[in-house]
């Protein structure tokens, strides 16, 4: 639950906004920009509303809305919106005397008891003022949080972003903090007029006056009776030293029922000591900026003018915008996930520590061979010309040594000698000879096939016996010498 402050306002970039003003079936519209120091109305717009947007598909009503923009030609997507009065709640409490800290906890006790529904089906707001002796109030305003989210809805329908919902008449009538005289405003609308009062500096009474404006075919016609009456009952309800602040009356609206409002009520108020004041226009510093030429006073115009000379509203009911990662948090808020949301976060800065090393390492060898690659570069050159121009012949002399393998492995008796030996490829040895008998020539070829370097002994060839005759070949495994 948020109390905002009476000059409170989100500080916004925008130099231009839509102000719409929702009253019964009607939406009014205006496109207002700041120049500089001053103010134009670029669009406007006024039209009645076929679906009620609290009972009809939001997106249905946003594509109606969407229409009577384009037909006005309006572009702009950030608006302010002038909810209807007739869709809050009000409750007034007297402040007793607290440390400022804990008046907000006072108000949520307060509103819990004022309030016919659960508070957290609100979107509340809070005014405070204060009387002559010193004593301290607050009106306590909440609006069904449903309301604002269908109303929400069907401008994103109808392509559009809230940036501010408030209510239209205290746009048109702020409390004054600087001044001790208090206001009575009376806002004319579609269906029903909007009583406010301002006094003390800040809101004290809030209504609707329903059943004081009816509409017969297409006039409209005004009860001022239950006007005069219900002004009169709300100024009862105030504390006597603020009642006796109350000082004038300000009546907005449509300049017929407006003027005919005033000279009704006018001599009833007076004997109140009431002054009927008629507002047709704005004062030339009200916004503290030039206005349009012929601008007259409207809810929709008021609450965008204030936006964008960051004025402030005295209320905001525009939802807070929760970001994703705190749905989750507030969902998902147990111990046990919190333990885990904690060990998971070790885990990640533990990995990101484990790549940040690793990054530091690259970067250091990175630095290093940048420092020795130039060299490298060189030494790479010299090899390419010692391959190029070394000799083409092999250091490791193959087939001598497998002659010398050969004749290690032969008896020093000649009882096996060789006649032949073909070397081919290298590496296939073939032998050809003579041997005293079997046994001799077994041991040969036993002792060659244990010696280093030769594989696939196998024989082709014997014939005779004593002398006799043998072939066999084998593969040589050893080199190691140039690969040119």
């Given at each position: 639950?948020?109390?905002?402050d009476?000059?409170?306002?989100k500080?916004?970039?925008?130099?231009?906004?839509?102000?719409?003003s929702?009253?019964?079936?009607?939406?009014?519209?205006i496109?207002l920009r700041?120049?500089?120091g001053?103010?134009?109305?670029?669009?406007?717009?006024?039209?009645t509303?076929?679906l009620?947007?609290?009972?009809?598909?939001?997106e249905?009503v946003?594509?109606e809305?969407?229409?009577?923009?384009?037909?006005?030609?309006?572009?702009?997507?950030?608006?302010v919106?002038?909810?209807p009065?007739?869709?809050?709640l009000?409750?007034?409490?007297?402040?007793?005397?607290?440390?400022e800290?804990?008046?907000?906890?006072f108000?949520?006790i307060?509103?819990e008891r004022?309030?016919?529904c659960?508070?957290?089906?609100?979107?509340?707001?809070?005014?405070?003022w204060?009387?002559?002796?010193?004593?301290?109030?607050?009106?306590l305003?909440?609006?069904p949080?449903n309301h604002?989210a269908?109303?929400?809805?069907?401008?994103?329908?109808a392509?559009?972003k809230?940036?501010?919902?408030?209510?239209?008449?205290?746009?048109?009538?702020?409390?004054?903090?600087?001044?001790?005289?208090?206001?009575?405003a009376?806002?004319?609308g579609?269906?029903?007029?909007?009583?406010?009062?301002?006094?003390?500096?800040?809101?004290?009474?809030?209504?609707?006056?329903?059943?004081?404006l009816?509409?017969?075919?297409?006039r409209?016609?005004?009860?001022s009776?239950?006007v005069?009456?219900?002004?009169?009952?709300?100024?009862?309800?105030?504390?006597s030293?603020?009642?006796?602040?109350?000082?004038?009356?300000?009546?907005?609206?449509?300049?017929?029922?407006?003027?005919?409002?005033a000279?009704?009520?006018?001599?009833?108020?007076?004997?109140?000591?009431?002054?009927?004041e008629?507002v047709?226009?704005?004062?030339p510093?009200?916004?503290?900026?030039?206005?349009?030429a012929?601008?007259?006073?409207?809810?929709?115009?008021?609450?965008?003018?204030?936006?964008?000379?960051?004025?402030?509203?005295?209320?905001?009911?525009?939802?807070?915008?929760?970001?994703p990662?705190q749905k989750?948090?507030?969902?998902?808020?147990?111990?046990?996930?919190r333990?885990a949301g904690?060990?998971?976060g070790?885990?990640?800065?533990?990995?990101?520590?484990?790549?940040?090393?690793?990054?530091?390492?690259?970067?250091?060898l990175?630095?290093r061979w940048?420092a020795?690659?130039?060299k490298?570069?060189?030494?790479?050159?010299?090899?390419q010309?010692?391959?190029?121009y070394?000799?083409?012949?092999d250091?490791?002399?193959?087939?001598?040594?497998?002659l010398r393998?050969?004749?290690?492995?032969?008896?020093?008796?000649?009882?096996?000698?060789?006649?032949?030996?073909?070397?081919?490829?290298a590496?296939?040895v073939?032998?050809s000879?003579?041997?005293?008998?079997?046994?001799?020539l077994?041991?040969?070829?036993?002792?060659?096939?244990a010696?280093?370097?030769?594989?696939?002994?196998?024989?082709?060839?014997?014939?005779?016996?004593?002398?006799?005759?043998?072939?066999?070949?084998?593969?040589?495994?050893?080199?190691?010498?140039?690969?040119?």
């Amino acid at each position: 639950m948020d109390w905002l402050d009476l000059k409170s306002w989100k500080r916004q970039g925008h130099s231009s906004v839509l102000a719409l003003s929702l009253d019964g079936g009607r939406l009014e519209g205006i496109v207002l920009r700041r120049i500089n120091g001053s103010l134009k109305a670029l669009q406007s717009f006024s039209e009645t509303l076929s679906l009620d947007p609290l009972t009809a598909d939001p997106e249905l009503v946003g594509r109606e809305i969407r229409n009577h923009l384009d037909a006005a030609g309006v572009r702009e997507r950030h608006c302010v919106v002038c909810v209807p009065l007739k869709w809050a709640l009000v409750v007034h409490v007297e402040l007793p005397k607290l440390p400022e800290a804990d008046v907000a906890s006072f108000l949520h006790i307060e509103a819990e008891r004022g309030f016919p529904c659960d508070i957290a089906t609100l979107r509340l707001a809070a005014s405070r003022w204060q009387a002559p002796s010193g004593k301290r109030y607050a009106t306590l305003i909440g609006i069904p949080e449903n309301h604002l989210a269908l109303l929400e809805r069907a401008l994103q329908g109808a392509r559009l972003k809230a940036v501010s919902f408030s209510l239209g008449i205290s746009a048109l009538q702020p409390p004054d903090a600087g001044s001790a005289d208090g206001v009575l405003a009376l806002a004319i609308g579609e269906d029903n007029i909007d009583l406010q009062i301002t006094c003390g500096g800040g809101v004290s009474a809030l209504r609707a006056l329903e059943g004081a404006l009816e509409i017969e075919g297409t006039r409209k016609l005004l009860h001022s009776d239950i006007v005069a009456r219900e002004a009169r009952i709300t100024l009862g309800q105030l504390p006597s030293e603020l009642r006796e602040t109350v000082r004038s009356v300000r009546i907005f609206g449509s300049a017929d029922l407006a003027g005919e409002l005033a000279d009704e009520i006018g001599a009833p108020l007076a004997a109140m000591g009431l002054a009927v004041e008629l507002v047709a226009a704005y004062s030339p510093g009200e916004f503290g900026v030039e206005l349009p030429a012929g601008a007259t006073g409207s809810r929709a115009f008021s609450l965008g003018a204030r936006y964008l000379t960051r004025q402030g509203a005295p209320f905001e009911f525009l939802p807070p915008k929760i970001a994703p990662w705190q749905k989750l948090a507030t969902r998902y808020s147990s111990s046990r996930l919190r333990m885990a949301g904690a060990t998971a976060g070790a885990v990640t800065l533990l990995v990101a520590g484990l790549f940040l090393i690793q990054q530091w390492q690259l970067t250091r060898l990175r630095s290093r061979w940048r420092a020795m690659s130039q060299k490298v570069e060189e030494l790479d050159g010299l090899q390419q010309q010692i391959r190029q121009y070394r000799p083409w012949f092999d250091r490791s002399f193959p087939s001598l040594s497998v002659l010398r393998e050969l004749t290690m492995e032969f008896p020093e008796d000649g009882v096996v000698s060789a006649k032949t030996v073909e070397i081919r490829d290298a590496n296939t040895v073939t032998c050809s000879g003579t041997a005293r008998d079997n046994a001799v020539l077994l041991r040969t070829l036993t002792q060659l096939r244990a010696a280093s370097g030769v594989t696939g002994l196998k024989v082709d060839q014997i014939r005779g016996k004593s002398p006799m005759q043998f072939t066999f070949d084998f593969q040589w495994g050893k080199g190691g010498g140039n690969a040119n």
